[in-house]
């Protein structure tokens, strides 16, 4: 089992940019994608960004241009944590939402949503026009 804990969500204005960060906890970490999802009210969890332990990457389109995912396998000696960042820039209003980390032993695929088991608590994205 994997833990994540999100933080870096906030509130800003459109155009603004905001980096989200995650830690991901646990003795099989460094074999898991991780990746990035989000909620709006009302709406369905959807993907936004997945990072493989090779560090091949896979966007969905809407995040394509904006987004970034990037993973750090080097924040602690006996490979039990992974760092995990999202910078978001020109956020819209349609980006508000809550956005979770998670993990899982899938390729890299936004949509795979099943695939990922291990899912943090979620930090707010709030985007003003």
């Known amino acids: 089992q994997v833990q994540l804990v999100e933080s870096g969500g906030d509130s800003v204005q459109t155009g603004g940019s905001l980096r989200l960060s995650c830690v991901a906890s646990?003795?099989?970490?460094?074999?898991?994608?991780l990746g990035w999802f989000r909620q709006a009210p009302g709406k369905e969890r959807e993907g936004v960004a997945v990072?493989?332990?090779?560090?091949?990457?896979?966007?969905?389109?809407?995040?394509k241009g904006r987004f970034t995912i990037s993973r750090d396998n080097t924040i602690s000696r006996d490979n039990t944590k992974n760092a995990l960042f999202l910078n978001m820039t020109d956020l819209k209003p349609e980006d508000t939402g809550a956005y979770f980390c998670?993990?899982?032993?899938?390729?890299?695929?936004?949509?795979?949503?099943?695939?990922?088991?291990?899912w943090g608590q979620g930090t707010q994205v709030t985007v003003s026009s």
């Open positions: 998670a993990a899982g032993p899938i390729y890299a695929d936004h949509t795979a949503l099943k695939g990922f088991h291990d």
């Open positions: 646990g003795k099989l970490v460094d074999s898991y994608s």
């Open positions: 990072v493989d332990i090779d560090g091949n990457s896979d966007y969905a389109d809407y995040a």
